[in-house]
């Protein structure tokens, strides 16, 4: 299989044919919608959850409250998680991400010797 094929296959679920197009066509990729947020009460977190099992991944940052709260929310989300079957990744202290089930989350560490500007 060649590069374009397994990229398509990436985004979508068909099966990509091999053969040659004498045309453009258009072809219906597969997307995720992230959810970035910051709850600032326990109220908010009951959007997220409905989001995470409609399939969609959140991206939950815990700047906004205290230690108490933080507890509160990351047991309810995590609780959710486990019924969808969801991954929860740790991106920093402060951050999580719940994805759906059908995302791979693979995370690499930072190299230290490489700088962004060369």
Sequence with gaps: MDFKNSALRFFTEEEVEEDRFDRPRML??????????TPKSFADVREYADSLMAGNAI???FDAVDLAMRNRI?????????????????????????APSKVEISKEAPSKSRSFFG
């Design 74 to 98: 990351f047991d309810y989300l995590n609780g959710v998680g486990y019924i969808v079957g969801a991954q929860i990744s740790r991106i920093n202290d402060d951050l999580l991400l719940y």
């Design 28 to 37: 219906k990729a597969g997307h995720l919608n992230i959810l970035v947020r």
């Design 59 to 61: 991206m939950v940052s």
